[in-house]
Each structure stands twice: as structure tokens, then as C-alpha cells.
């Protein structure tokens, strides 16, 4: 999957990481949305802070920079880069979220009815991986 990051005028310092529906695409469960949800490192958010001052949404807390159809939050539910990028998959440009993190994100906001279908859809590709290796 290639994500163009050129829009943002910015270079990475440490990988950002897919979460959301691009990370459900990465995995073949379902086509992603119009926009690419990421959570990066501090240091890559705190630049992105600065050089978007208009573009922040506050989520609870959760901060996000949403601007040229990305979505990028310094952390989801209080779980930051550090915790959510734990066994994600390494691309040339970004990480995916692993495939236990990705269910946790969706157990989180099960109560929306989009994310319990990816609530089951995470479950059932855990599940169809886990009884191929038998």
C-alpha cells in the first residue's frame, strides 16, 4: 500500500504508524476511507503542531493534526506511539499496527456500529490465521 506523505511538507524523524481504516486495507479486511489515520512519535508531533497551528483537533485529549486528508494523533485513548507500534509491521516508509493492536482500537470504540463490524472482522482474521497454523 503507498501512502504519499509529500502533501505535508514534512519529513518523519521516526516512522509514523497506520491505525484505522488504511491499517484494515494492509491487512485485506475491508477498503479504507477517505482519510489516513496515523499515530506518530512526540517529536514528529510536536513539529507537525507547530507547522499546522489551525489544523488541531482536540479529542478528549487525544490532539490531532488533521489536515490534506490525514488524521494524526499524538495518541488514541491516552495509548501512545510507543505502546501502539509493539510487534507492528515495518513498511519502507511507515509501521501497521499489529493485528492485536489494530483489535484493541476497535474494541475501544465498539460502541459506533462501523467500528464493532471491525471489531468482527479483526476477530475473524485472528482467528482464521490461528487455526491455518494447525
Given at each position: 500500500m503507498k501512502i504519499d506523505f509529500t502533501p505535508l511538507h514534512y519529513t518523519f524523524l521516526h516512522k509514523p504508524l497506520l491505525i484505522g481504516g488504511c491499517?484494515?486495507?494492509y491487512y485485506g479486511l475491508?477498503?479504507?476511507g477517505d482519510?489516513?489515520?496515523l499515530v506518530i512519535h512526540p517529536e514528529d508531533?510536536?513539529?507537525l503542531v507547530q507547522l499546522y497551528p489551525d489544523h488541531i483537533k482536540d479529542l478528549y485529549g487525544d490532539m490531532g493534526v488533521c489536515v490534506y486528508g490525514f488524521e494524526i494523533w499524538n495518541q488514541i485513548c491516552t495509548f501512545d506511539y510507543s505502546y501502539l507500534k509493539e510487534n507492528a509491521v515495518e513498511e519502507a516508509e511507515y509501521l501497521v499496527t499489529a493485528l492485536?493492536?489494530?483489535l484493541f482500537l476497535k474494541a475501544l470504540a465498539m460502541e459506533i456500529p462501523k467500528y464493532h463490524r471491525d471489531l468482527e472482522l479483526v476477530?475473524?482474521?485472528i482467528l482464521d490465521t490461528?487455526?491455518?497454523i494447525r
Open positions: 491499517a484494515m486495507e475491508r477498503k479504507a482519510d489516513i489515520d508531533h510536536a513539529a492485536d493492536k489494530l476477530v475473524r482474521k490461528a487455526y491455518a
